[in-house]
C-alpha cells in the first residue's frame, strides 16, 4: 500500500535549535517525494522535491531508501519557519500522497 | 500572480444543498484535483482529471462528483451536502512533463449547517 507516515503532530522548538521532521514512506516502486508548506493564511506551497537535491530557505531533505524515509531538516530554526509541513509521495501519473502533517512552532 | 483560483474563500450551506466548488487555473496544466484538508488526517484525494472531460476517483470520491469542461476549470459538486463534508478543500493543478508537483489554490473553507 502507498502511505506516507509523519509520525508527530506537533514539534516545538526555539529559534536557533536544530529541525528535522520526519517522514516515512511506503511505496514498491521508485519513489518521488516532496515537502510542502503552509504558512498561516496561505496556500499550500512546494518547498522541495528530492530530485532536485536542494537547499531551500535553509531545509534539506535527502532520501534514504533502505529507512524509507525523506526528514526534513534545518539547523537552525527561525520563528518565520513555523508553519505545516506535509510530507508527500507521488505514486504514479501525478497522483499525490500526503501525509498528515506535521505543525513547526519555532518559539523565541 | 495568482494561478489557481478558487471561487469562494468561505461557504456556508445547509444540509442536503447541493453545492459547487470551482476551480480555475491559467498555467495551461493538463492536471487538476480536488482534495479535503481536515486536521489529523492531512490531504486526502476526491477526484482528478488529467484531460478535459476525463475524471478519476481519489480515495474519498463518495458523495462528490467533478465536471471539467474547460481545460482550465475543474468543478467540484457536493450532490446533498452532509455536516461531515465540512471541510477545507483544495483544488490544485500540475504539468503532466513536470517534477515540480502541484499549484494549490487557497481553498474554500466549507461549513455544512
Known amino acids: 500500500a502507498q502511505r506516507v507516515t509523519q509520525p508527530e503532530k506537533l514539534l516545538s522548538v526555539f529559534k536557533g535549535a536544530p529541525v528535522e521532521l520526519k517522514c516515512n514512506y511506503s511505496?514498491?516502486?521508485?519513489?518521488?517525494l516532496f515537502w510542502y508548506v503552509q504558512y498561516s493564511r496561505q496556500r499550500l506551497q512546494l518547498l522541495l522535491r528530492?530530485?532536485s537535491r536542494e537547499s531551500i530557505k535553509g531545509f534539506t531533505a535527502d532520501l534514504n531508501k533502505g529507512e524509507t524515509s525523506f526528514h526534513l531538516k534545518k539547523p537552525f530554526a527561525q520563528e518565520e519557519d513555523s508553519a505545516m509541513y506535509y510530507c508527500?509521495?507521488?505514486?504514479?501519473?501525478?497522483?499525490?500522497?500526503f501525509g498528515t502533517g506535521t505543525r513547526l512552532l519555532v518559539s523565541p | 500572480d495568482v494561478k489557481v483560483t478558487q471561487s469562494s474563500r468561505y461557504l456556508v450551506k445547509r444540509t442536503g444543498e447541493k453545492v459547487f466548488l470551482e476551480c480555475v487555473q491559467d498555467?495551461?496544466?493538463?492536471?487538476m484535483f480536488w482534495y479535503r484538508q481536515d486536521p489529523g488526517l492531512g490531504l486526502r484525494l476526491i477526484y482528478f482529471?488529467?484531460?478535459?472531460?476525463?475524471?478519476e476517483k481519489g480515495d474519498i470520491p463518495e458523495g462528490y462528483s467533478v465536471s471539467r469542461e474547460k481545460k482550465e476549470r475543474f468543478s467540484l459538486i457536493l450532490e446533498s451536502a452532509s455536516t461531515n463534508q465540512t471541510s477545507m478543500y483544495l483544488c490544485?493543478?500540475?504539468?503532466?512533463?513536470?517534477?515540480?508537483?502541484?499549484?494549490f489554490g487557497s481553498g474554500t473553507r466549507l461549513t455544512v449547517v
Open positions: 511505496y514498491s516502486g521508485s519513489p518521488e
Open positions: 490544485a493543478s500540475s504539468q503532466t512533463d513536470s517534477n515540480y508537483g502541484y499549484t
Open positions: 498555467m495551461d496544466h493538463e492536471n
Open positions: 482529471s488529467y484531460d478535459v472531460k476525463m475524471k
Open positions: 508527500a509521495l507521488r505514486t504514479g501519473f501525478q497522483k499525490l500522497v
Open positions: 528530492h530530485i
